[in-house]
């Protein structure tokens, strides 16, 4: 089966920015104060819920990740950009990093303990949605938590530079109501949301959710 237009841009674009990307994304210290904690609070519930590891889903040059595995979370990377997993992996040798998709993650079901999806999805055209969700609920145990973040609103963006380098890719943004709708269509009921202006040096309307697969009766 053929690959999905949509990755080979994705992967193509992440490996043409990746050094550039290192160098312009502040890290996980340098967050805001909202979204770190939401990232804290999401640490928090795994640890204590004790159902295995957090997947960091689009997991770039791995900072998350290793923020995370601070926090006391046994937390592995995926992203689609082999330059990407080579930046995490000499960055982070003590954490595991693989390439790979989230429309087809490589873990057995109910599997995860959490997902992490921080600024991974908005690249996925939105018919692809409801089939990504559902892998979350499949890898994800019963009882396990995920926390996805990104950008917000109504429009299809297709840049011809990210990161100051050409790029190939685009990026959906959706209403926060219509994110919630696609994860409790998947099965995920959502327990928190935070949404966020502009600010800072983000310049678009942002928001967080975190989500729980229910445990079997």
């Not at 999905?4 to 841009?9: H, I, K, N, Q």
């Not at 689609?80 to 000499?90: D, E, T, V």
């Not at 018919?127 to 938590?145: C, D, I, N």
Request: hydrophobic share 40%.
């Amino acid at each position: 089966m053929a690959e999905p237009s949509f990755l080979t841009a994705v992967r193509e674009s992440y490996d043409t920015v990746a050094a550039d990307y290192v160098e312009r994304v502040p890290p996980p210290a340098e967050m805001d104060p909202l979204s770190r904690a939401m990232l804290a609070a999401f640490a928090e519930l795994v640890r204590t819920a004790g159902l295995g590891p957090v997947a960091d889903l689009g997991c770039g040059p791995g900072r998350l990740t290793a923020h995370l595995a601070a926090l006391g979370v046994p937390a592995f990377g995926v992203d689609l950009s082999p330059k990407m997993i080579g930046l995490a992996r000499h960055a982070y040798p003590n954490l595991r990093f693989t390439a790979g998709s989230m429309t087809a993650p490589e873990t057995r079901d109910d599997g995860l303990g959490g997902i992490l999806a921080w600024y991974s999805t908005h690249h996925t055209p939105p018919r692809w949605l409801p089939a990504v969700f559902a892998e979350f609920h499949r890898t994800l145990a019963p009882g396990g938590h995920l926390l996805w973040g990104d950008y917000v609103g109504d429009e299809r963006l297709k840049p011809a530079r990210g990161y100051g380098r050409p790029v190939s890719y685009e990026s959906y943004l959706l209403p926060l109501d219509r994110m919630v709708g696609l994860l409790e269509q998947a099965g995920l009921v959502v327990t928190a949301r935070l949404e966020q202006e502009p600010g800072g040096r983000v310049n678009r309307p942002h928001a967080c959710l975190l989500a729980r697969k229910p445990e079997e009766t």
